[in-house]
């Protein structure tokens, strides 16, 4: 079943600001209805082009919580006449030594980053079913498969985005439901801006990345609207890295 852009309904998590709210405006400049699952539900906090603010619904969901994620997307799918796709976007970032850092701390990480998106998908399914198809991104990391100092809980909880994404894809092939962990690198955002433009990090990344400087939102939101503007059905389980092969270079 390949339905145009503009008949489906894509919930984005974590649209507010950053990457997720780059993949709504980009969702909406596609056509596709877009409903924004903020924690303040005030959708996309960064500026809208003209004339997207139509394709854009405000839903108010803390990712962490079960019973606001099923009333988001029953709300979506009431309002927006069904739920065709969803993207896992919202994530934290917790940086400690390994050494210091509690397991209370390690289980928030993993709550938002992992746990979240489990449910989420799990919450989402009897809607793309009803849908007759559907397809879920989620958004891991290129720290999937790197030893990274200090980030501990952040790798193991994209690495399990990352097993998540395989298992589901293959449980639910037959459903017709695609999974796809798109796995960033270095993307600067509005709150990263200063520490990737100049100082160490920026040096770093200006010999570790081959082409020099960290991607854009705009990257990341490109590629999730590529892949589910062209709904490409053999496509499902795998981990697509967007890191201007930075994780593969010697
Ligand atoms: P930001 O910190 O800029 O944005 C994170 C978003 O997640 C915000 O919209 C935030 O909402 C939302 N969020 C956090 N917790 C919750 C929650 N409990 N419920 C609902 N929403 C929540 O991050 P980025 O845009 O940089 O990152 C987006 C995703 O991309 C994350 O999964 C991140 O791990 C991943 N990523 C980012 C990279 C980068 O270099 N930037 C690299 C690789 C992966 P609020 O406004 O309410 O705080």
Redesign the pocket.
């Known amino acids: 079943m390949h339905m145009p852009t503009h008949e489906r309904v894509v919930a984005v998590?974590?649209?507010?600001?950053?990457?997720?709210?780059?993949i709504a405006v980009e969702l909406a400049r596609r056509g596709f209805t877009v409903a924004c699952?903020?924690?303040?539900g005030l959708g996309v906090?960064t500026p809208v082009p003209a004339g997207l603010a139509g394709r854009l619904l405000s839903v108010q969901?803390?990712?962490?919580?079960e019973q606001?994620l099923a009333q988001a997307f029953d709300r979506v799918a009431r309002e927006a006449g069904g739920l065709h796709a969803l993207v896992?976007?919202?994530?934290?970032?917790v940086e400690s030594p390994s050494n210091q850092m509690s397991a209370a701390t390690f289980e928030q990480v993993m709550?938002?980053?992992t746990i979240?998106v489990f449910s989420a998908c799990r919450l989402a399914y009897p809607h793309l079913l009803k849908a007759g198809a559907g397809m879920i991104v989620n958004?891991?990391?290129?720290?999937d498969r790197m030893g990274v100092k200090r980030n501990l809980a952040?790798c193991a909880s994209?690495a399990a985005v990352g097993a998540i994404t395989r298992c589901l894809a293959v449980e639910w092939a037959s459903k017709g439901i695609r999974v796809i962990d798109i796995?960033?690198?270095?993307?600067?955002?509005?709150?990263?801006r200063a520490v990737l433009e100049s100082g160490p990090l920026h040096d770093y990344l200006k010999r570790r990345i081959p082409g020099g400087a960290?991607?854009a939102?705009e990257d990341?939101a490109r590629l999730i609207g590529a892949l589910l503007a062209e709904d490409i059905p053999f496509l499902t389980g795998e981990t697509i890295y967007l890191d201007g092969a930075q994780g593969i270079a010697h």
Do not use: M, W
């Open positions: 998590t974590g649209a507010s600001r950053g990457i997720g709210a780059a699952l903020t924690r303040k906090e969901c803390d990712v962490t919580d606001s896992n976007n919202a994530g934290i970032h709550a938002t980053n979240a958004i891991g990391s290129f720290f952040y994209k796995a960033p690198g270095y993307i600067q955002t509005d709150l990263n960290p991607g939102a990341v």
